[in-house]
Structure formats: structure tokens, C-alpha cells
């Protein structure tokens, strides 16, 4: 049950970002995070933050206090609960600037926490079961570069979304 959750957001996910994307004028998958979909003051801001994110994030936290018990799948499910309710409730600041209005830093810090707690998951699968594990670590650090570093801010988009599909292989992978 646990696999097949996980599954069905990350395609809801996958199916919502191509959805939406196409609804926004000027947005790029590659250039734009997936928080940008939401941003304040966007047309599409409380569709996507209360009919995708909430959803998913309100799911990852079921699904966290279920599966207290395993280490890994507790970080990933947390992370995913983090970072998507938390971008439901605090939209970003158009265009994702590191520094912005507080609702932007309650964002930007829940995202950095759902980060960390994916980066320990992906740490705890490593030493259990090998270092193919440790790519997904190195992918959350190219995306947190490519937010603040100019020269990669265009890839944003493309790297994050690398990112969350292995954060959401992993929690798939983790909860079996």
C-alpha cells in the first residue's frame, strides 16, 4: 500500500507540473522551480498550492506517521510532507529569490529542512545498501547551487525536477 501511494503522487505530481505548466505564460520546466507554479500573486497560485502541493504533502505525512519504524522512509515521507505542505502554505516570491518577504522565508527554510531530511535519507540508504545511493545526495546539492549560483539559475527548473524524482525513487524504493 505504502509503494502504491507513493506511486500515485508522484505521477499526480509529474501529470499536475505538465498540467499547469502549460497554463502558465513564460513558464519553463527547465528555468523554473516547481514552486514558481504557485508563486504569490500568480493566477494559478491556490490551485496548485492547495490542489497539488496540500495533497501531497497531507499524504507524505500519513504516510510518515506510518512508517515510524523504518529510518529512511520516515526522512524521505517527512521530507515530502516538509516541503510540499509547507510550499502550500507559504507561496514563493515571484521569480524564487533567496531572499524575499517573510512568507518566502518560512518557504525557503521549510524547503531547506525537506532537503535535509531527504539528503539523511538518502545518507541512511547508502550505508545500508551501497553508494548508488549517495547520487541522490549530490543531486540536492546541485539544485540548492543552481538557486543561488547566476551561471546554473537557468537550470533550476531541470535540476530540481532530477531531484525530486529521485527523492521520490527513493522514498518508492525505502517504504517496500
Not at 524521505?76 to 509547507?86: E, I, K, N, P, R
Not at 545511493?133 to 535540476?159: E, H
Request: hydrophobic letters at 50%; a neutral charge.
Amino acid at each position: 500500500m505504502a509503494q502504491t501511494l507513493v506511486a500515485l503522487m508522484g505521477v499526480f505530481l509529474v501529470v499536475s507540473l505538465f498540467i499547469h505548466g502549460r497554463r502558465r505564460p513564460g513558464y519553463s520546466h527547465r528555468i523554473h522551480t516547481i514552486s514558481e507554479l504557485a508563486e504569490a500573486g500568480s493566477p494559478l497560485e491556490k490551485t496548485v498550492s492547495y490542489g497539488v502541493f496540500l495533497p501531497i504533502g497531507l499524504a507524505m505525512g500519513a504516510l510518515a506517521w506510518w512508517l515510524q519504524g523504518n529510518e529512511a522512509a520516515l526522512m524521505f515521507t517527512a521530507s515530502l510532507a516538509v516541503g510540499y505542505g509547507c510550499a502550500a502554505l507559504f507561496p514563493i516570491d515571484p521569480d524564487a529569490p533567496a531572499l524575499g518577504t517573510w512568507r518566502n522565508g518560512l518557504h525557503n527554510l521549510s524547503a531547506g529542512a525537506s532537503y535535509v531530511l531527504a539528503m539523511g535519507a538518502f545518507e541512511t540508504l547508502a550505508r545500508d545498501h551501497g553508494s548508488p545511493y549517495d547520487l541522490g545526495k549530490f543531486l540536492i546539492f546541485g539544485f540548492i547551487l543552481s538557486v543561488y549560483v547566476p551561471g546554473l539559475r537557468d537550470w533550476r527548473g531541470l535540476l530540481q525536477r532530477v531531484t525530486e524524482v529521485a527523492i521520490f525513487a527513493g522514498t518508492f524504493a525505502s517504504v517496500s
